[in-house]
């Protein structure tokens, strides 16, 4: 078995599963080296950290962006932080392909993506729609290992407030007794349980495309 180590590249690491997948690609001694993409310097310092300052509405512009083995996606937002429709599927689109693309041209062989339950490229719902259309953008990039990841209700310490969420989280608590089987992958996961699946299918051998329902019971399709 090879002990070769690897390197990661995440873009995201300021939302919620992209923060615990930070911390757990920090963690995990089979990569020499995470390079996080981010608008603003943070002061997170670690020795197998590289920060890497970008403008993603000019990611293509980018001098010396890195060369790794794994890309980790977790860029999102909602309409209501993005302001639009327009501005959300830039986030939620553009910039996730182009995340993507740059990796693969540089090498890349594994992405690990963050989607959505219920993505569905001709779905009447424009958050599904959206999700829908980045996941098939991505299927066409080619990566040899492509990992999908639909979460349901995400909970986790955000450090932005969302209503729909808060909302949400009471009556998720008391249908998961019920959610069970086929329908475990509705219930609500936590982040960093999403992240763990994420960093576990990069070391997996499957190849080609694979759609992940993570759910902290471990079945229903997730790793």
């Known amino acids: 078995m090879s002990t070769r180590k690897r390197s990661a590249l995440i873009a995201g690491a300021s939302g919620l599963v ?3 997948c930070l911390q757990r690609l920090l963690q995990d001694e089979r990569y020499s080296m995470t390079y996080s993409l981010v608008r603003t310097a943070t002061r997170q310092q670690h020795p197998r950290l590289s920060e890497r300052l970008v403008n993603f509405d000019k990611l293509d512009q980018t001098v010396d962006f890195p ?3 794994d890309v980790y996606c977790c860029l999102g937002t909602t309409i209501g932080q993005a302001g639009s429709k327009e501005a959300f599927e830039k986030v939620d689109l553009d910039y996730v392909v182009a995340v993507a693309s740059l990796a693969r041209k540089n090498g890349a062989q594994r992405c690990m993506l963050v989607s959505a339950l219920g993505a569905d490229p001709v779905s009447s719902v424009f958050y599904n729609r959206i999700k829908g259309r980045m996941e098939v953008e991505l299927q066409q990039l080619d990566f040899p290992a492509l990992h999908i990841f639909r979460p349901s209700l995400l909970t986790g310490p955000r450090k932005d407030f969302r209503l729909g969420e808060r909302l949400a989280t009471p009556l998720a608590v008391l249908l998961r007794p019920v959610l069970r089987g086929s329908l475990a992958r509705y219930r609500a996961v936590h982040a960093d349980h999403v992240a763990s699946c994420m960093v576990k299918a ?13 759910s902290e019971t471990g079945k229903s399709g997730g790793p």
């Open 18 to 20: 992209g923060g615990f």
């Open 67 to 69: 060369a790794v083995d």
């Open 202 to 214: 990069a070391f997996s051998p499957v190849k080609g495309v694979e759609i992940h329902y993570p």
